[in-house]
């Protein structure tokens, strides 16, 4: 009797150092081991790759006012007047600011930013002006290299199947690619040109899983008919308000892409990912800006003409002069087509901790810390047995 207690009072001791081990060891763990960020996209989330191609000029953003808020010293070559959505999820994922792949002697190993500004998902959108979604995916390989490299081959495979994959394109493949282009719209109706975009975000999405990629965030399309360039474009301007097509292509977009990542779940084993309606989070703030601590929903902080849509800002382009408004902060668009830093930061954190009602199956967070946290349920039971062994 005497002996039995003894000995199970001891296995508790041993549990009690077992924890404390634990600690110890996942904190080495996350010391060392950092979940890499990869994001292909377009201007939404383009770091600055445009200023190293040969481009137009409305696909640059390395010149002021881009950048005024004065987070980065210097204008980056980022669409915003500061921050964009990226640079938020790095900072919550302790991870330095991800660089740009084409930025000389950029360093890989916390992962890389592939996107473009005028970028589409299909190779046909702005050809030629910007690095498409499978030129992406090419450079992708290129750092897998590096990585195999620097890391060599087992810890670069490590590497690749812990990081979190994000895209963010889709909505010039619908505004130049499609809205712009008659010869599109006489060749493809509008279910089968969507249809074609999901296609091939499918083949990038696959591509990808089969080198070993399981962990994925999309930022679905905002209701693009409400871009001040669109609401200056709408032809039924007199009546104002957002241009209703290019605001029902969004929203097929973002429902193929729904039943997409629905599949690819059941599909692709481990398969794990966060999506979240974009969409209606960014129309309530349009038309309810007070809400959001916000006070301009349509016009655009940076432009001229109606709404701020005609595309100016910086003075770069065919004209020179362009307006600018006193506070960025109280708008929702910084230009004719992109966001302020606000709204970039405030979706960040939506997707970084947003319950599973609005953003899911997973928020970031999750997927950028939940190996953490199955090694540390699979290092319980290990140490576990092995003091029961040793008792
Ligand atoms: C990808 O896009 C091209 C047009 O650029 C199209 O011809 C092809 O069918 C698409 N692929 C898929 C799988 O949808």
């Known amino acids: 009797m005497t002996m039995f207690s003894y000995s199970s009072s001891k296995v508790a001791i041993s549990a009690c150092f077992a924890l404390v081990i634990l600690c ?57 007047d500061g921050r964009i959505i990226v640079d938020f999820i790095a900072e919550y994922a302790k991870l330095p600011l991800i660089p740009p792949f084409l930025e000389p002697s950029a360093d890989y190993s916390h992962g890389v930013n592939f996107a473009s500004g005028g970028a589409g998902i299909l190779s046909t959108t702005n050809e030629g002006q910007a690095i498409d979604l499978s030129t992406q ?17 087992s810890e670069a495979e490590e590497v690749i199947s812990n990081a979190v994959y994000f895209f963010s394109m889709g909505s010039n493949d619908y505004l130049g ?24 975000l499918t083949i990038a999405i696959q591509e990808l899983y089969e080198k070993g990629a399981r962990k994925f965030g999309f930022l679905s399309l905002c209701p693009l008919g409400c871009l001040p360039v669109m609401r200056a474009l709408n032809p039924k301007a007199g009546e104002g308000g957002c241009f209703q097509q290019a605001n029902s292509l969004a929203l097929a977009h973002n429902n ?13 084993k481990d398969f794990k990912y966060c999506n979240s ?13 007070s809400d959001y601590d916000l006070k301009e929903g349509v016009n655009a902080c940076c432009g001229s003409g109606p709404y701020g849509g005609v595309y100016t800002c910086g003075g770069t382009k065919k004209v020179a002069t362009y307006e600018l408004c006193d506070n960025a902060n109280d708008y929702v ?37 939940d190996h953490e946290i199955e090694l540390t349920i699979g290092d319980i039971v290990d140490i576990i047995t092995e003091n029961e062994e040793i008792v």
């Open 277 to 289: 309606d974009f969409y209606n989070w960014l129309q309530d703030r349009i038309n309810n800006p």
């Open 177 to 200: 690619g499609y809205l712009g282009s008659p010869r599109m719209q006489e060749l493809h109706h509008p279910e089968q040109y969507v249809g074609m975009v999901i296609g091939n």
């Open 137 to 153: 995916l090419k450079y992708f390989e290129e750092v897998e290299k590096w990585l195999a490299e620097k890391l060599g081959a």
């Open 333 to 369: 668009w910084w230009d004719s087509f992109h966001p302020t830093e606000r709204i970039h930061e405030q979706f960040a954190k939506a997707l970084w901790d947003g319950p599973q009602a609005s953003v899911g199956p997973h928020n970031l967070q999750d997927l950028f810390f």
């Open 24 to 80: 110890f060891r996942s904190n080495v763990a996350s010391a060392q081991k950092h979940t890499a960020f990869f994001i292909f996209g377009d201007s939404s989330v383009d770091p600055g790759n445009n200023n190293y191609i040969d481009t137009i000029p409305e696909n640059r953003a390395n010149h002021k006012p881009y950048g005024q808020n004065g987070f980065f010293k210097d204008p980056t070559g980022r669409f915003s």
């Open 256 to 268: 193929a892409l729904k039943t997409l990542l629905n599949n690819l779940h059941y599909l692709l």
